[in-house]
């Protein structure tokens, strides 16, 4: 049995849409738990595993799994057959992860410095900056593919997305790269991530 953590419009919102989309929705229990948010509201909450207090969590059998891009790899491994995933034998495998990992440890920093109008040459020589990722993007797409690695809709397109579902403004102005956008928010699995956001989320005024 799985346990997923998930607190609403979070980092967890793209875990919510990835257990959709790997149709396993009866077989995770949804934990919605309480966070500390950047406007000050929320607490840590006792019920929560991760160490740092953050979501998405995911519990199997015991065992913590913490990390956005781990919790994907892990179960679309786990669960082959939606082809969400790229199995370890396919020359997609390699580009897959890269993806799945870029988007968290360049784009997210990269998009968290340029919030927090940082600009240090440290910085820019470990993760680079706005301009190089929007590059990536825009010349991944110019060949008219419809998703990161070609014709079909994988996890990293998910997780790549994802870092402008809270920062839309900032995906490149590129009609390409916003048409792949979307073509992901168009998905029932971000639908059905956001009537479950929406379940927990405070009224909107
Ligand atoms: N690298 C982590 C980041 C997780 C993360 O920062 N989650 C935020 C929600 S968007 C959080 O839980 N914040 C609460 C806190 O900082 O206490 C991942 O992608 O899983």
Redesign the pocket.
């Known amino acids: 049995m799985f346990t997923l953590y998930h ?1 609403y419009w ?3 919102t793209r875990m919510l849409a990835l257990i959709h989309e790997l149709d396993i929705r009866d077989k995770v229990e949804l934990v919605h738990v309480d ?4 406007d000050g509201s929320g607490a ?1 909450d006792p019920r929560n595993p ?1 160490p ?5 969590a995911l519990v199997h059998d015991g065992v913590t799994i ?4 781990a ?1 994907m790899i892990y179960l679309c491994d786990l669960f082959p057959e939606a082809g969400v995933g790229v199995p370890l034998d396919h020359p997609d495998r390699g580009p897959y992860l890269a993806w799945l990992v870029y988007a ?1 440890s360049v784009m ?1 920093p990269v998009y968290n410095h340029h919030a927090a109008g940082l600009d240090h040459p440290i910085l820019r020589a470990t993760f680079r900056g706005v301009p190089e990722v929007e590059k990536r993007l825009i010349d991944t797409f110019a060949d008219g593919r419809d998703y990161l690695l070609g014709d079909r809709f994988t996890a990293a397109d998910l997780m790549v997305q994802s870092v402008y579902s809270w920062m839309r403004e900032w995906a490149p102005k590129d009609d390409k790269v916003l048409a792949w956008i979307e073509r992901g928010a168009a998905r029932p699995s971000f639908a059905w991530a956001g009537e479950v956001d929406a379940k927990y989320a405070p009224a909107m005024a």
């Open positions: 607190s979070s980092r967890a966070l500390k948010r950047q840590f991760h740092d207090h953050k979501v998405p913490t990390e956005s891009s919790i968290v997210e």
